[in-house]
């Protein structure tokens, strides 16, 4: 996050979560590779991790829009409201009133349940990262 953006999400979360900031990309690949997941709406951060093979949890806005631009490395559960909400404004601002915190929570479940039964990540080298 941009020092603005953690100034108007602090009074938010009420010190809940950590909020993190980084220089570059190498520092925000490094700090993502030490992740166990990540959970996120369909952003860069999603698609980074997905390379370092962090599993992902994608949250997107559209069904069809989810299945071209996911994340499309290592372990990917995708999450979409279940109603498709049309017209573009509208859809921006509404369609997060439709995807339920239990639904997210199932997808997560999921992810969880496939990475435990299955893949090991290699160590990636500095050069990698960088």
């Known amino acids: 996050m941009s020092a603005a953006e953690q100034e108007t999400w602090q009074p938010v979360i009420a010190d809940r979560f950590p909020l993190h900031g980084f220089a570059d990309v190498g520092q925000c690949a490094a700090f993502l ?9 369909d952003s860069g951060g999603g698609h980074l991790a997905s ?9 997107h806005g559209r069904k069809g ?16 409201p279940l109603i498709n909400v049309i017209g573009g404004s509208l859809r921006q601002h509404l369609w997060k ?34």
């Open 65 to 80: 829009k989810a299945r071209i631009w996911q994340p499309g490395w290592g372990q990917v559960e995708v999450v979409t």
């Open 97 to 130: 009133y439709f995807l339920s915190v239990g639904t997210v929570e199932r997808a997560f479940a999921r992810l969880r349940n496939r990475v435990s039964r299955g893949t090991v990540r290699r160590a990636l080298t500095d050069r990698e990262i960088l």
């Open 33 to 41: 590779y030490e992740s166990g997941f990540f959970i996120g709406n």
């Open 51 to 59: 390379c370092l093979d962090v599993p992902v949890l994608s949250i």
